[in-house]
């Protein structure tokens, strides 16, 4: 049962276009959402995360937006450069715990 | 910010053998480890949360006599994979939890067993 839903396996976008990455989730006592990039053989970095009390996160050239009743989060990357192509994960867990689901990724590339 | 080291990068090692897979904490203590597990086009799995000085915890289907952690220091977390098969091929990642820095992840460990 996949808790954390990425439905697209990937995605290509011209450099200096914006880059829009989805996020579905189930599990309603999710409370805090991140994403992660990964480039190949190296392990996840954190990039952004957000509270289910806000709606939107910002920092630089990245916005993740929540959408709670839908149960639906967003990672908007703008504008996008080729140094961006990796997989996103995104990744939720719940008030209290620890333990963080992952989706299963949405690799993405930026052509130059 | 927070570093989490992870070793061996890379190991291959023959069908029946163990393999020990470090992970330290830099430059911050860590209470709580975690080890995940990626296959190929696949979510990375958790396998079980380590929490130093005390048994780990495994998450479902996931053999604890096969997969052994040791969580022995506030630094420190080691999976061992015992008796490995090729199945057991794959990629694997810890990443430590600090309440000021959060996760941060290790540089993950290719296992190759032929």
């Known amino acids: 049962d996949q808790q954390v839903k990425q439905n697209s396996p990937s995605l290509s976008v011209q450099e200096g276009r914006i880059s829009i990455l989805n996020c579905d989730y189930t599990?309603?006592?999710?409370?805090?959402f991140l994403w992660y990039k990964k480039y190949p053989a190296e392990g996840p970095t954190f990039l952004i995360s957000?509270?289910?009390?806000?709606d939107k996160n910002e920092d630089g050239r990245f916005t993740v937006f929540l959408n709670k009743s839908a149960k639906h989060l967003s990672l908007h990357i703008v504008p996008s450069q080729p140094g961006d192509s990796a997989v996103y994960f995104c990744?939720?867990?719940?008030?209290?715990?620890?333990?963080?689901?992952f989706g299963i990724g949405t690799k993405l590339q930026v052509i130059p | 910010g927070a570093v989490v080291s992870q070793h061996p990068s890379r190991v291959i090692c023959k069908s029946g053998t163990s393999v020990k897979i470090e992970c330290r904490s830099l430059?911050?203590?860590?209470?709580?480890m975690f080890w995940y597990r990626q296959f190929p086009k696949k979510s990375l799995m958790l396998m079980a949360t380590?929490?130093?000085?005390?048994?780990?915890?495994?998450e479902q289907g996931v053999e604890k006599d096969k997969f052994l952690i040791n969580h022995a220091s506030l630094t420190l977390s080691t999976l061992t994979v015992t008796s490995a098969h090729p199945e057991d091929s794959s990629f694997y990642i810890c990443?430590?939890?600090?309440?000021?820095?959060?996760?941060?992840f290790g540089s993950g460990t290719r296992l190759t067993v032929v």
């Open positions: 990744a939720a867990s719940e008030a209290g715990y620890q333990k963080v689901t």
């Open positions: 380590s929490n130093e000085g005390s048994k780990a915890t495994y």
């Open positions: 430059d911050f203590q860590a209470t709580t």
């Open positions: 990443s430590a939890w600090d309440r000021g820095y959060g996760y941060t």
């Open positions: 957000i509270s289910s009390i806000k």
């Open positions: 599990n309603s006592m999710f409370d805090y």
